[in-house]
Structure formats: structure tokens, C-alpha cells
DNA sequence: GGTACTGCCTGACTAGAGTCAGAGAAATGG
DNA sequence: CCATTTCTCTGACTCTAGTCAGGCAGTACC
């Protein structure tokens, strides 16, 4: 990789870790330790600890003491769950919750801060170029993972994406006429927690792969996701032994449209009767 | 200040360490401990422990056991400086340059994972915004600091503002013909350890200040940090009783003589014989 | 009712990153 | 030459952020 552009990005981290660290220090420094100060925030307004563990990756162990802790300091109550005894619910005290506040007001401040010595054209562009490095960012932290249709994680996505439609179909859509294709696994792309995108995959005929419901947050439009879980759906069709791929779609999803072609799939004539499809693709792998 | 600015600056700081804590983790984790890695790169070619001590911010025992941890290792030998026995230097061995080298090749490895899963065209976009994110968190570190003229830093500066005037004036440059004025302080720009920046002030006539050698490194320019000094300047002669200022100036520095117009400077008759000079400038204030 | 399993807590331990108070050797000032 | 200062090192501590093993209470299954 060209060496200037890996010392732009060294150099670009280093400025980052320093500004910003500085700042933390000075802002949230002598205040509530981090992993207090994350646990806080986390229980927000009351959470089972075993949620906790998992979305803050925690021991549980430490995330025992770190509870003892905040609850000697009158932050927070920890009681059973009425439900099942053995879970027990984390949840702020006024006090916490007024420390939460200001732990808030002082991230606040940090960003503040950054932008405080700037002249106003000078910070316009630095949140441009901040928007445009978290977006971009984002990108390389999507991870694929194939799932079956069974998992909880899928449904909600095809909702969402039903809904996407709803919105963008010229004639209207229903999601209770389209087909229900006996779907064979997932593709599910994640950022983190939240799943920013899904293509479903399915047999119909022996050797020819269909893919269905190809669908990408808005949050998360313009990253190259499309195309990212276009090439992995290829992949894993032709990993178990696709000679063809094909799809249909909607003549309001011109994004979608280009991206088929520009992956190589070619118009042919219809191969279904989806209530909602005008164009019908086939791609051989 | 605007919430959504505040929100862009808070997820830029929320995404950037997330994603390059998780590539530090992978890349750099069970390696040497930051401390120790970042006391091996400083050392380089060898540096005596005060320095160190400055440069990095450590205690004098810390530093001293780190050391050791680093000695133990085979990495460095610290010796007794020839020149003044209490001081000692430390060095790398063979063994730890080459460890150098893998921290730098590792550092090298986070970068370019920050970049492998984009596109050659999202590449351009993150590294551009990169470059314009640290220019202008950068502009927020210079600090002005007033110091005296036999200050150790300050005849670097104008060092290389003769160097930058030989190349930019249409008509040559020689530093022995200009005028030596008795100066009474001057303004530093600092970015860390690096001077970016000077302007020199004195008193030729009661009440009324002169700048000379107003100076802006390359690595800084385009951050308004002129216009910084400037007005610092200003302040500094209000606060020791100034009526007014004033400067003159090479016609080839357009940007400077700009700078000087919009601040408030206006034209006047030449005040003095300075050799270069084209044009004189003065401001009540 | 017994057994296995969950969820949580406690005690014991580790590593990194420091801080602080002297002690000792070398240099400097008078 | 002696006192003071400078520079470094050692020993004793601290705080944050964990990990690991074992134990107890509650729930679920047979």
C-alpha cells in the first residue's frame, strides 16, 4: 500500500489520540473511572445484569464489583427480578441518574472544546471531514455472517425491509402477496449491535441460487454494502455449488438495478410471477 | 453550540476508537506494553533520560524502570554520559532496533487494515478527510506562548524565516542588510514539541509597537495561525500600553499583506529604511 | 424430592501505569 | 574543601481493569 497514505492515516490517528485524549483528561479526568462511567451509562433506565455483561463484555465477576461500587456511592439499586429471582436489575438512583447527566454535559464539553478554537468556516469543514471519516469507518467494521432464516435477528430485518418498499414502490406494495420462498440461509450484515443490512438465499431449481430481499439501512446507504453483500451471496452460493445466480426487482429501485448490472447479471425474461417484480436477472458463476 | 455538531463530534470520537482500539488490540496487543513501546521509539538513535523524561511526560522512577524491564529484554543499554557523569543515555541495541521496526511495521498494519475493506474510491475519500480532520484538530493544539528574544527557540525561527523570505522574494533576499531592532518579546507558536510559528514585537517610538519576522511554518499554514499571532500580538502591545502598531513588508508575501488589510492595517509612508520592504502598514488600536 | 443448571457474588490474584519519598553519586558554587 | 544542587535509581504504594475458581441461592427437569 503507498506509504503516504498509511503515514496520513498513522498520522491522523496519532493527532486524533492526542487531541481528543488530552481533552478526556481534562474534562472527564478525576471524574467517575471509565468502567464506571460505562456501566452507568449502560443502565440507563434499568437493565438485568446479565444484559449488562453482555453488551459492555464484562466478567461477571468485575461487573459484580463494579455494581458494589456505584451502589456504595448511592448511584445505583441492584434488586432480584420479580420474575425469576436468580436475575437480578440494575437501576439508577436519582443520584445516578443526575450522574449520568452530568457525565453527558461533560462528553458535551469535550466536543465543545474541538471546535471551540475554530473560526466558523474552519468548523464547518472539520465536522464535514468528521461525518464524512465516521461514515467511511463504519464501513470496515460491517461484518457478513451467514445465519439460518430461523434466527430472531432475521425477521426484523425483512420487516424492515417491507417497509423500505412500502415507501418506495410507485404502485404500492404488500407484503402479504409477494412469494414465500422456502429460504435457505441469511446473510446478515452487522455494525456492532445493530444489523445494518440482509440478503436471503435460497434453491429453486438444483444449481441456480435466487436471492431475495436485499436490503441495506438507511443508516448505512452509500458504504458499499450493497455490493458487499451482493459478492458474499456469490460466494456462498458458489461454495455450495451454484452454476447461476438470479433475482427480480422492482422498476423503482433503479440504485439496486445498476448495482445487478455493474455486478454482471443480465436482463432475461421472467422466471417467477412476484407480484411486485418488472425485471428478472441471471447472472451464470 | 449547535446539538448536532456536538452529536457529528461525539460519534466521530465514538467510532475513531472503537475502530482503531479494536485494530490496536489485534495488531499491537500481547506485544510490548505501551509504556515500554512507546520509551523504544522515543529513545531512536539514543537520548539522554532527562529528555526522555520531558518528551514523555514520565515520572524519573517510572522512566528508570522501564528501562530496566527494556535493559532486562536486551533492548537498550543506558550509560553514563561522557561529558557529565550524573546524566546517562540510553540507546537501542541491535535487538532493539529490530523490535523498533516491528512496533513501526505493526503501526503500519493498523493503517492499512483501517483501509483494506474499502474501495479504491472510498480509500481517497477517507484518507483526504483524515488528512483534513488532523490539519484541523491540529490548528486547536498551537499554543502562543510570549518569551524573551535570547530564548533558546526563537533564533530557529527566524532562522528559517529568512530561509522561507530567500526563496520567496522576487528580488532576493540577504539577512545582513536588514534591520536589527531591539527586540522586547517575542510571540511562539507551538504544536507540541514544535515551533510553527513566530512574530517579534518592539517599542521603535513610545506608544506605538513594530512587528518583525513574522514567520509560519509550511507544516502550518493555511490554519489561520497567522492571524492568530497577529492578534495576539495586538494584545500583547494594548496590554503593555501600545496606542498603535505598525510593520512593513515585502510585496512578493501577498497573503501576508492581505492578512494585514483585513485585520485593519492600512497603508502608510514609509517609516523606516528596511531594504526589502515595499510596503508599510499601521494600525491605531 | 433429587439433580443439574443459571445467575450472581466473593476471594485471591495479575498486569499495566503510575506516584512519592528518600538515597547515593556526580557536578557546581563559594 | 564543603555545602548545595542535579540526576538517577530503589523501595513501597496506589488505582484501574481485569481474570479465575469456587460457592450459594433459585429455577427447571425428571
Redesign the interface.
Known sequence: ?DAG??A??????R??????GALNEHYLGGARPLGEARLLWEIGDGRDLRTLRATLGLDSGYLSRLLRSLEADGLVTVQADAADRRVRVARLTTAGKRERRALDRR??G??????????PR??E???A??????Q???????EVEAVDPGHPDVLPCFQAYFADLAVLFEDGFSPDAVLQPAIEVVLLARL?EATVGCVALYEPEPGVWELKRMWVDSSARG??LGRRLLAEAEALARQRGASAMRLDTNRSLTGAIALYRSAGFEEVPPFNAEPHAHHWFHKAL
Open positions: 500500500m497514505v498509511v496520513t492515516v498513522r498520522r491522523f490517528s493527532t486524533v489520540t492526542q487531541r481528543f462528553s458535551d469535550v466536543a465543545e472544546a474541538v471546535l471551540a478554537p475554530l473560526s474552519q468548523r469543514r472539520l465536522v471531514a468528521m461525518a464524512e471519516v465516521s467511511l469507518l463504519r464501513v470496515g467494521m460491517v456492532g458504504l458499499g
